[in-house]
């Protein structure tokens, strides 16, 4: 079912050079926050022609901390490499600006409400507020992304007190994200509470295949003492837990510092995500099956069309199994019960004979629960 990387290639050529396309973009939205009582913005990548791409769905990463922009700037940059250019992304950035009027800060989204002397001697008035923070993801963010993208999967990354953030947020809802990416969290604050909330969370609640993955710089050899010890207990707890659905990766990076470890961390990160956690939640379907009508459109009146995808009602990847029945001269249809999210090409048998189908470069992605009939264009055959 694989392509020739030229015809793929070449595919890729003349899909751009035909269709209107619009770059990989960048936009700046701003979301009026019920939870933080705040303006809140945020910043969306999208890739190459994903207006065009109508008939494909994307996973979605969350980075935390992008009022670093070059945070989120390196996460949409190095995605294409990683993945051989064979996956895109939406990439959301979760600003936490400093705001002067009010004196507000980021450690305030990132802090709850501090227990220990300590910590609030640490931290000061710039903590306490983690709760909102947490709803305004949740409630917020995220339901924006959802309905206004197309969305599947998501990744939560966090750098530092945005790190230890998700991993909290990860014990309260754990499918507030599929997957955590926690890159030199601090475990140590407010009497190891982070770890705490990890120790006690119960793991039967991933419903999934999820990937922790939990990184460390030079954190604890010479400064930040308490952060060792710390890291080092909630390692050895992950590492023992039995658990078929928890991925647990740690990355370690002493050779580097807190904020240069970012990168690194990263560059190891989505490889264990795109390359072993992803391809086993794509495997994921519904229960429920929704009868879907499947229309093409075809350029040429003696094409004989086949369908097949990722579930048994569509061959599993079988090209010459499921044939569509002819409805007129450039017409083909056929109404299956589906499961979602459905994957699937067109063919005439065989994979040498793929179909450019409009509105995709890859498998076409459907949510057959959110429509009962479905519309394409064969555009031409790779033969």
């Keep these: 079912m694989i392509s020739k990387l030229t015809s793929i290639l070449l595919f890729t050529v003349c899909s751009l050079t035909l269709h209107a396309q619009n770059i990989a973009r960048v936009e700046n939205i701003k ?10 913005e945020i910043l969306i990548y999208t890739p190459l022609d994903y207006d065009w791409r109508i008939h494909e769905y994307f996973n979605v990463i969350y980075v935390f901390d992008a009022h670093h922009r070059e945070l989120f700037d390196y996460t949409t940059s190095i995605l294409s ?85 998700i991993l909290s947020s990860m014990v309260k809802t754990p499918t507030i994200f599929d997957n955590y990416i ?61 658990n078929d659905n928890l991925i647990f990766e740690k990355g ?16 190891k990160a989505l490889p264990l995500y795109i390359d072993k956690t992803l391809p086993l939640q794509e495997n994921i379907l519904s229960q429920e099956e929704y009868e ?13 069309l086949y369908i097949t995808g990722n579930q048994d009602q569509l061959a599993n990847w079988n090209p010459k199994k499921i044939k569509m029945k002819k409805l007129s001269d450039y017409e083909r249809t056929i109404t299956l019960k589906l499961k979602s999210p459905t994957q699937f090409k067109l063919t005439k048998g065989n994979w040498d004979t793929e179909a450019e189908v409009e509105g995709s470069f890859g498998n076409i992605i459907i949510k057959p629960e959110t429509q009962s009939t479905f519309n394409l264009k064969v555009l031409s055959f790779y033969d």
């Design 252 to 267: 370690n990076f002493e050779e580097y510092n807190h904020w240069n470890t970012f990168p690194v961390s990263l560059n």
């Design 182 to 242: 926690a890159i030199s969290p601090n475990f140590a604050y407010d009497d190891e509470r982070v770890a705490k909330e990890i120790f006690q969370f119960d793991y039967s609640k991933f419903t999934q295949p999820t990937l922790v993955y939990i990184s460390h710089a030079d954190e604890g050899n010479g400064y930040w003492k308490e952060w060792k010890p710390s890291r080092e207990k909630v390692y050895s707890f992950l590492q023992s837990k039995d």
């Design 31 to 40: 979301i009026q926050s019920k939870a933080l009582d705040q303006e809140r």
């Design 81 to 165: 490499f990683i993945s051989e250019n064979s996956k895109n992304f939406i990439v959301v950035g979760i600003t936490s600006p400093y705001i002067k009027e009010t004196d507000y800060s980021r450690n305030n989204d990132l802090l709850p409400v501090l227990n220990s002397e300590a910590a609030q001697k640490r931290y000061g008035k710039y903590s306490g507020n983690a709760n909102n923070f947490y709803d305004y993801v949740k409630d917020e963010v995220i339901p924006y992304v959802e309905d206004n993208y197309r969305t599947l999967n998501s990744v939560g990354i966090g750098h530092s007190l945005s790190a230890s953030f």
């Design 292 to 304: 879907v009508t499947i229309n093409v459109s075809v350029p040429n009146k003696k094409d004989v």
